[in-house]
């Protein structure tokens, strides 16, 4: 089934209201569904569109968040939905039309973030997967800006995440070298013992299983990403664990 069948169909019931549902109405409201698409969708199939509506809603929004959207920040996108989240056809060309209609929308940021958590509210992992698909892009170019992380404490607040945003925002942060930058990914501390880390790594490497991620309503397609935040917390354990033993 197309992205635009899924969407329409996963969307009744679920996220054809609200702001969300404004979006994705406007930029689908010319079109049908592809013929013979049944209207039947699971629960996973509309979380799944849901996502998809919601992240780039938000990223059109972090996009404008100086008031205007540069070349160079169009660049930005382009090269997240291509290298990132390894995006095309039709499900670049949704993307962009979702982007494009929000970021010149009336709605605020903070109201696309409300729905989402509304709907997502019972899945941690899937709210701090939205942050850090956030943090991606804003630090794309090399560098988050004042009026980009303003924003995406919005969100943060609005999730309940505000206590683990430096926890998160440290995948970005930091330089390879620094130590300290692996022990902050896995939520632990200098003086943890051995047993402690260890726990606090079984714990996320289960929470952010790329399989377990898709099962809870992230898209496949933005599989790379969940990947990729996987092999991270992997290499946080195995860089700690090396320095535990040597300052033993």
């Known amino acids: 089934m197309s992205w635009r069948g899924k969407i329409l169909g996963g ?10 549902g404004t979006i994705i109405g406007a930029v689908l409201g010319h079109h049908v569904l592809d013929q013979g698409t049944s209207l039947t969708f699971s629960t996973l199939e509309a979380n799944q569109s849901i996502y998809f509506i919601a992240t780039f809603s938000m990223l059109g929004k972090l996009a404008k968040s100086d008031g205007v959207v540069t070349e160079a920040e169009i660049r930005v996108i382009e090269s997240v939905m291509q290298n990132s989240l390894r995006l095309n056809g039709e499900a670049r060309q949704l993307a962009i039309g979702i982007f494009n209609e929000a970021k ?7 109201q696309f973030a409300q729905q989402f958590h509304d709907h997502f509210r019972n899945s ?25 992380e303003q924003l ?25 070298n620094d130590v300290g930058k692996y022990y902050q990914i896995l939520g632990c501390s200098k003086g943890d013992s051995k047993s402690a880390v260890k726990k606090k790594y079984r714990k996320l490497a289960m929470q952010y299983h790329p399989d377990r991620i898709h099962a809870k309503g992230v898209p496949r397609e933005f599989a790379q990403v969940s990947q990729d935040r996987f092999k991270e917390i992997q290499n946080a354990y195995d860089i700690v664990s090396k320095d535990l033993d040597e300052t033993g």
């Open 104 to 110: 010149d929308s009336d709605t605020s940021f903070g």
């Open 152 to 176: 995406i404490l919005v969100a943060v607040n609005i999730f309940g995440l505000k206590d683990r945003y430096r926890q998160i925002k440290s995948r970005f942060t930091g330089t390879p």
């Open 11 to 20: 969307g009744i019931g679920f996220v054809l209201g609200g702001p969300l």
């Open 124 to 148: 941690e992992e899937v709210l701090v997967s939205m942050i850090e698909l956030l943090l991606l892009v804003a630090y794309a170019d090399g560098e988050m800006h004042a009026a980009e």
